[in-house]
């Protein structure tokens, strides 16, 4: 052991040792090129949220003669005229839509993935193909078929037909992600469970959801967007004011407020901040998901 310990500081000691030792503290020092990047990218980035975020809250006149960027002549009355015009139903109708179709895409596509990856049969293999081919397939090419059937089946002018239509294209999304997880997971824990004798929702339940939770945040973000600014369906499928949704309703609020750049900046705002908040309280699994699959 003390032959050993010699030799172990000896080797520390070597001007090998040394420079290795130098070359690991020069790198930890934060190069400069690297900070003034990362400073004007943050100021690209921070500026246009700046710029959105003071002037909702700035009065037209204070907009039109002063300076854009220093905020002045605060007030409220940007949003109170916001909220008076009906954009709290709006928003309802658009945090409705959202959650429902997450809901759906997220139940239907972790369900159709899991037969997918434990299935080998050839049934399985074709419903992933569909799956997969109905990613190429534009929401433009089925709005004449959707409006018929939307009417035939009483769902024209409701919720339900924007819901529905939101949820189909996104299955395909989230079936794409689930399988890649669910394939990643050792087939032989499956096993295990099912010679313990548990029943195939037992194990589903138990293993292939838990271990599909930040697939499940990934998928729930995507749809959520994808739900909040689709304008394609509640255009064709709603006409009843009380049934209509943010990007619909964005359109009459820019004709209303034209002239008035705070008004519909503050307008912008509101439509944003439940984006914001469901990627805030994702964010952990997001990233969790994204750094498993480069893991991977």
């Not at 990047?37 to 009065?59: C, H, K, M």
């Not at 705002?269 to 952990?284: C, D, Q």
């Amino acid at each position: 052991m003390g032959v050993v310990a010699v030799r172990f500081e000896k080797d520390n000691g070597s001007p090998v040792n040394r420079r290795a030792v130098k070359r690991r503290r020069r790198s930890r020092r934060e190069h400069p090129v690297a900070i003034i990047s990362g400073a004007a990218w943050l100021v690209v980035i921070l500026a246009p949220l700046w710029y959105l975020v003071t002037t909702s809250f700035r009065n037209q006149a204070s907009y039109l003669s002063s300076n854009p960027w220093i905020p002045s002549g605060l007030t409220l009355a940007n949003y109170d005229a916001i909220v008076q015009a009906g954009f709290g139903r709006f928003m309802l109708n658009s945090v409705l839509v959202a959650a429902a179709s997450i809901v759906v895409v997220c139940v239907s596509g972790l369900a159709a993935s899991y037969a997918i990856v434990r299935r080998t049969s050839r049934l399985a293999t074709v419903v992933m193909y569909l799956a997969l081919g109905c990613l190429a397939l534009p929401a433009v090419s089925v709005v004449v078929p959707l409006y018929f059937v939307t009417q035939h089946l009483g769902l024209y002018n409701t919720l339900w037909a924007v819901i529905l239509p939101v949820s189909t294209f996104g299955v395909p999304v989230a079936v794409l992600v689930f399988c890649t997880f669910l394939r990643d997971i050792p087939a032989e824990l499956f096993d295990a469970m099912a010679v313990d004798g548990a029943a195939t929702w037992l194990v589903f339940r138990r293993l292939a959801l838990p271990m599909s939770v930040p697939a499940i945040a990934i998928v729930a973000v995507y749809q959520c967007v994808q739900s909040w600014n689709n304008l394609l369906f509640p255009l064709i499928l709603t006409q009843s004011p009380n049934e209509r949704v943010l990007p619909l309703v964005m359109y009459e609020f820019v004709g209303q407020f034209s002239l008035n750049v705070p008004g519909v900046l503050a307008a912008v705002v509101l439509s944003s901040a439940p984006l914001v908040f469901v990627y805030a309280v994702a964010r952990k699994q997001i990233m969790g998901g994204i750094v498993a699959g480069y893991g991977r």
